[in-house]
């Protein structure tokens, strides 16, 4: 079973700083495009971030360009996501996300049951 592990949620200042991990279990991330979600309360899933398992290509939300970075080490089997100048409008749970065959502009939109492997959830919390 194709599972996904995110870490690195917590409580910061605004104008902090985070870094988000995503892991996968049981299977190698190196053929998929990973991609970031979150979700606050009240409000609808945003694709944060995405990037392609091949030519390195990302997609950034409006939201969060120049403030967020997405990277993966396929040697560690592992995507980050490195929020920086966080702001209280970024407090949500953030998921990882993983699917075998799309464009990185297609998958930080798609619903959940499209994307093949999806994350239990960590929380980041902006607040002073």
């Known amino acids: 079973q194709v599972q996904l592990v995110e870490s690195g949620g917590g409580l910061v200042q605004p104008g902090g700083s985070l870094r988000l991990s995503c892991a996968a279990s049981e299977f190698t991330l190196d053929y998929y495009a990973i991609g970031w979600f979150r979700q606050a309360p009240g409000k609808e899933r945003e694709g944060v971030s995405c990037i392609s398992s091949s030519d390195g290509s990302t997609y950034y939300a409006n939201s969060v360009k120049g403030r967020f970075t997405i990277s993966r080490d396929n040697a560690k089997n592992t995507v980050y996501l490195q929020m920086n100048s966080l702001k209280p409008e970024d407090t949500a749970v953030y998921y990882c996300?993983?699917?075998?065959?799309?464009?990185?502009?297609?998958?930080?939109?798609?619903?959940?049951?499209?994307?093949?492997?999806w994350g239990q959830g960590t929380l980041v919390t902006v607040s002073s």
């Open positions: 996300a993983a699917v075998l065959d799309a464009t990185v502009q297609a998958m930080c939109v798609m619903t959940r049951n499209a994307l093949d492997a």
